[in-house]
């Protein structure tokens, strides 16, 4: 059975920083292409952060450099570092993974996702 299992969440001033951890079971982590997504009231869910199996990164625009994201594939873990925070990163979290196609990770038909953890940031 898979698991995607968010830690991390909370609630933080402007300005703030806050460390999301995705623990993985049931897959093997270092074959998946893993990403970081978000889903604000009343808005669609958007991909913020994503590793492939190789390790390149990428980011959502809105997140490029205050977002760091990585993974350990000795732990099975992916980590969302945030700094900087802002009141519009206040969303759910989620954790996904998604199985490569070929060398190619394009995070459309995500296999798994987490149950999320939410994030908020007050002004």
């Known amino acids: 059975q898979v698991q995607l299992v968010e830690s991390g969440g909370g609630s933080v001033q402007a300005g703030g920083s806050l460390r999301l951890s995705c623990a993985a079971s049931g897959i093997t982590f270092n074959r998946y292409c893993m990403a970081w997504f978000r889903q604000a009231p009343d808005k669609e869910r958007e991909l913020v952060a994503r590793?492939?199996?190789?390790?390149?990164?990428g980011y959502a625009d809105s997140v490029k450099g205050r977002f760091t994201i990585s993974k350990d594939n000795a732990k099975n873990t992916l980590y969302l570092q945030m700094d900087s925070l802002k009141p519009e990163d206040t969303a759910m979290y989620y954790c996904?993974?998604?199985?490569?196609?070929?060398?190619?990770?394009?995070?459309?038909?995500?296999?798994?996702w987490g149950q999320g953890t939410q994030v908020t940031v007050s002004s």
């Open positions: 590793i492939e199996t190789k390790g390149n990164t």
């Open positions: 996904a993974a998604d199985a490569p196609s070929g060398p190619w990770c394009f995070y459309r038909n995500i296999d798994f």
